[in-house]
């Protein structure tokens, strides 16, 4: 699987937007936005990590299928810390500034998948913020291109 960059930026506006619109909605419980988040168009591509204590550390919620061919699968109840790759690394390091900031934070990088071929990927993470204020859990997407399926 890859996305051209056209896909790429597309993704990363669609994940911006569906946080903008709903972190306005009076009344919406984070598990009303959770489950909503299974209907969106970027589910297989989307990532739900819970904020445990200290906001340095995350348990996996929802990794989708396409990120799972790139990183290996993980389990929900799994730590982010409990195994390491490239993209969950960034995607940790971003969720810590997306908790920090309070909104989302994207960008992009390169590495190796699982076979050892280059690839491209860029991530956006955006906070989820409980009714007493407090984020509970951070929402995102990661899109990659493997170089040699892009003829680079």
């Known amino acids: 699987m890859g996305l051209a960059e ?15 619109e709903r972190r306005g ?8 936005i959770l489950a909503s ?21 995350f348990r996996v919620r929802h990794w989708g299928e396409d990120l799972g061919a790139l990183t290996g699968p993980f389990e929900p109840g799994q ?9 969950m ?9 997306a908790v920090r900031a309070k909104k989302p934070v ?9 076979d050892g071929k280059a690839v491209l990927y860029r991530v956006i993470v955006a906070p989820i913020v ?9 929402f995102g997407a990661a899109n990659y291109m493997v170089m040699a399926e892009a003829g680079v």
């Open 6 to 20: 056209a896909g790429e930026r597309r993704l990363i506006g669609e994940v911006f937007r569906y946080w903008n």
């Open 25 to 32: 909605r009076a009344g919406a419980t984070e598990d009303a």
């Open 37 to 57: 988040l299974e209907d969106a168009p970027f589910w297989s591509q989307a990532f739900i990590l819970e904020v445990l204590p200290e906001s340095i550390d």
């Open 79 to 87: 730590s982010t810390s409990e195994r390491s790759s490239r993209l």
């Open 89 to 97: 690394d960034l995607v940790s390091g971003l969720a810590v500034a």
């Open 106 to 114: 994207a960008n992009s990088d390169r590495t190796l998948n699982r």
């Open 130 to 138: 409980g009714s007493d204020g407090q984020i509970l859990s951070v």
